[in-house]
């Protein structure tokens, strides 16, 4: 069994990192600066407690890796805007038996796999982890690495949930096998919805306000759609990051969200559709309102796509938007 980490930034280079460190066969898909840093020093995984480089197989197409020949499970965390590409890329590797487990935020990825892979696993991943920099993530936690509960989709569970949960736990993370995990991740789609907030506001006690509205705008679209979620487990951020044990590694706290991140980094592209877009869709689809999840999602890619830093924007910016 080998896992092939496809997107190998704060989620699936800590992941990936963490199971090599525990014995098992890894691999990881990466694009740009980060593989070149990758294949010419290592991946460099900083935690509160140490760093450490590993020496892992990288490369930018997985028919180099030689995909589906040994067992694989892809593990996928990339953005959802990235992950047509990289399903396709898969597609085209001739790995269609191979599972892909989505270790993404949103809830489109899985259902996008899903039309191309007959195995097909959610992941709901708790994990405060960053990448800002070419070769190098950051684990925050100094008790557990994070939390990462599978099931299969669309809804039930197998050995293969069973057989990656195990991998977890032995690669310190906590991990549940979870047969309705879309539950849990439409629940951490309400949790996401202020990441554009953080990214485009910065903290703060209106920003905090202006995310219980994306919020309950969420609740709304989730339950005229007839959806499930389970906010109350899943929505205990400071329980959950008192388990894990988040620290700073360092004089460098805890960096801000994956789309924080991707405006730190000028990516030019920003997950925000996927999150509070899918709010915008529900809400579209079922005759429920959702203008300031619509506001976050204009002003989040223009700003992706001006190559803004984060907190460039004030709250007023964005209600005046949503009006």
Avoid at 194 to 218: I, Y
Avoid at 247 to 261: E, T
Wanted: with cysteine; glycine share 12%; net charge negative.
């Amino acid at each position: 069994m080998r896992f092939v980490v496809f997107g190998a930034g704060a989620i699936g280079g800590v992941v990936g990192a963490r199971l090599a460190q525990a014995g098992f066969d890894v691999a990881l898909v990466a694009r740009g600066p980060h593989l070149e840093a990758i294949r010419r020093d290592g991946l460099a995984l900083e935690s509160p407690d140490r760093r450490v480089v590993l020496e892992l197989p990288a490369a930018e197409d997985p028919v180099e890796l030689g995909l589906g020949a040994r067992g694989d499970i892809v593990l996928l965390a990339t953005k959802g805007q990235d992950s047509p590409a990289a399903l396709t890329t898969l597609t085209m590797a001739r790995a269609r038996h191979v599972p892909i487990v989505c270790l993404q935020n949103g809830v489109e990825n899985e259902r996008l796999a899903l039309r191309s892979f007959p195995s097909v696993y959610g992941a709901v991943v708790m994990l405060p982890a960053a990448h800002l920099e070419p070769g190098v993530v950051l684990a925050y936690g100094s008790l557990l690495t994070g939390i990462v509960d599978v099931g299969r989709y669309p809804q039930g569970s197998d050995e293969l949930c069973e057989t990656l949960s195990e991998a977890l736990q032995a690669s310190q993370f906590s991990s549940r096998v979870r047969p309705d995990i879309m539950r849990f991740k439409y629940a951490k789609l309400l949790l996401n919805l202020g990441n554009a907030v953080g990214a485009l506001c910065g903290p703060g006690e209106r920003s905090d306000e202006l995310t219980e509205l994306a919020r309950a705008e969420g609740r709304a679209a989730l339950t005229a759609a007839g959806i499930g979620f389970d906010a109350e487990e899943v929505g205990d951020l400071e329980g959950r990051w008192e388990r894990i044990g988040v620290q700073p590694i360092g004089d460098r706290p805890r960096a801000g969200s994956s789309s924080w991140q991707s405006l730190a980094r000028g990516t030019g592209a920003i997950e925000t559709d996927y999150l509070n877009g899918e709010i915008v869709l529900l809400g579209r689809l079922h005759g429920v309102g959702t203008p300031v999840n619509a506001a976050l999602c204009e002003l989040a890619a223009r700003q992706a796509s001006a190559g803004a830093q984060p907190g460039e924007l004030s709250v007023d910016e964005v209600l005046a938007v949503a009006a």
